[in-house]
């Protein structure tokens, strides 16, 4: 077997090293999220017509219901776009955390991490249907979706000590 590239295991070690770093940055963003979700969820009711309500394309209708969320509205609705912002960040950083979970090569971190952004897009889908749609089980499912993405990234670092 080849020897391994003389910088390739500084790099690895470097890319773990920020793969922890993510992990605990998306363990207490999913926290965040949780506390935004629930805020809104009491002071903020999703009208029943908006962008992307009923849609007869669910991917269309995420879009638009993302986009009119991401864009505000009344005071009460700023929690709202608080929570599908920071719900688009830890999206793009739970997929950020899979690469570098990969460059790592850690076993244990590629899979807390492919699970922990199969939660958070889990998570994002059905809170997208909720919005659009207003059925409690997508609220369900949005909130166990967040479950397995938090309880992934903390086994991860737990792993990774």
Same mark, same amino acid.
């Given at each position: ?17 920020? /793969? ?46 993302? /986009? ?94």
């Amino acid at each position: 077997m080849p020897e391994p590239a003389a910088g390739s295991e500084g790099a690895r070690a470097r890319a773990f090293r920020l /793969w922890r770093g993510m992990a605990a940055g998306l363990v207490a963003g999913l926290g965040a999220e949780y506390v935004l979700g629930m805020s809104a969820n009491f002071w903020f009711t999703v009208p029943s017509t908006h962008p992307g309500s009923h849609a007869s394309n669910y991917f269309a209708g995420v879009v638009h219901v993302a /986009w009119w969320a991401l864009r505000g509205g009344a005071a009460p609705m700023t929690l709202f776009r608080l929570h599908v912002t920071l719900g688009v960040l830890l999206g793009l950083g739970a997929a950020a955390a899979l690469a570098a979970a990969v460059a790592a090569r850690r076993p244990a971190g590629i899979w807390a991490a492919a699970v922990g952004l199969a939660g958070v897009a889990g998570a994002g889908f059905n809170g997208a249907s909720f919005a659009n749609y207003g059925h409690d089980f997508s609220s369900l499912l949005m909130a166990l979706a967040w479950l397995i993405a938090w309880i992934a990234y903390g086994l991860g670092l737990y792993a990774a000590r």
